[in-house]
């Protein structure tokens, strides 16, 4: 069973910068595309930035610049980066891979705020 552990979310100042890790277990972690997604409240679940099992990334327009993921095989661990925090990253954040979209399988997420 896929479990996933989305952590370092919080509070944040507009400007500011916080880590969200993600540790996956029971999955092959190094097979995997992995992605973030985010969903703020009144808002549709997207797709903010991915990372391939190569380790080529890509970003949604939004966040390019900011956002930087990565990934450690060896910790079955992704992260996301976030610098010059702005309101409209208020959100929940998720990791998963391809096939979990596919499969409408959600970690519990975590939250982040970004204060003005």
């Known amino acids: 069973q896929v479990q996933l552990v989305e952590s370092g979310g919080g509070l944040a100042q507009v400007g500011g910068s916080l880590r969200l890790s993600c540790v996956a277990s029971?999955?092959?972690?190094?097979?995997?595309?992995w992605a973030w997604y985010r969903q703020a409240p009144g808002r549709q679940r997207e797709v903010v930035a991915g990372?391939?099992?190569?380790?080529?990334?890509n970003y949604v327009e939004s966040v390019k610049g900011r956002f930087t993921t990565s990934r450690d095989n060896a910790k079955n661990t992704v992260y996301l980066q976030m610098n010059m925090l702005k309101p409209d990253d208020t959100a929940v954040y998720y990791c998963?891979?391809?096939?979990?979209?596919?499969?409408?399988?959600w970690g519990q997420g975590t939250q982040v705020t970004v204060s003005s």
């Open positions: 990372i391939g099992t190569d380790g080529r990334t």
């Open positions: 029971g999955i092959i972690f190094s097979g995997n595309d």
């Open positions: 998963v891979t391809p096939m979990m979209v596919h499969d409408h399988r």
